[in-house]
């Protein structure tokens, strides 16, 4: 199936919706943004592989009002290639804006799916940007 341009607008805005969820704390929202059984690969920060959005949730809830966590993510360069699952992977630019202002840069990949109530984030691989 071709992806049209409303599938990669819902996925450009799935894509934003990251870090307004959990900038905002709003983590009962999260099957918005990932399928139940997401994997969440952060290996590259230190935190290894997240598996399951309860597990997302408890290891963003820990680490909430840890220094190192972003007070901001933001996420910009949304490149979305067609899949032949019916997929599509999506890599993108993010960039974490720290509590005493100092900002860092990481790489999204992505594999999104449709479901029934519209696409989601089934895997999302987390690499430190210019590595």
């Known amino acids: 199936m071709t992806l049209t341009a409303d599938d990669i607008i819902a996925?450009?805005?799935l894509v934003a919706l990251h870090g307004h969820l959990v900038d905002g704390r709003e983590l009962h929202r999260l099957d918005e943004l990932f399928t139940p059984d997401?994997?969440?690969d952060v290996t590259a920060m230190g935190q290894?592989?997240?598996r399951g959005i309860d597990e997302f949730r408890a290891l963003s809830e820990s680490f909430a009002d840890d220094a190192r966590n972003p007070i901001g993510h933001h996420v910009t360069n949304i490149v979305v290639t067609e899949?032949?699952?019916g997929g599509a992977t999506v890599r993108?630019?993010?960039i974490g804006v720290l509590r005493d202002g100092r900002t860092g840069s990481v790489v999204y990949d992505d594999r999104v799916s449709r479901t029934?109530?519209?696409w989601r984030i089934t895997a999302r691989q987390v690499s430190r940007a210019g590595r």
Do not use: L, R
């Open 83 to 85: 899949g032949a699952d």
């Open 116 to 118: 029934p109530h519209g």
């Open 48 to 50: 290894g592989v997240v």
């Open 38 to 40: 997401v994997v969440y």
């Open 92 to 94: 993108s630019k993010g």
């Open 11 to 13: 996925i450009h805005q």
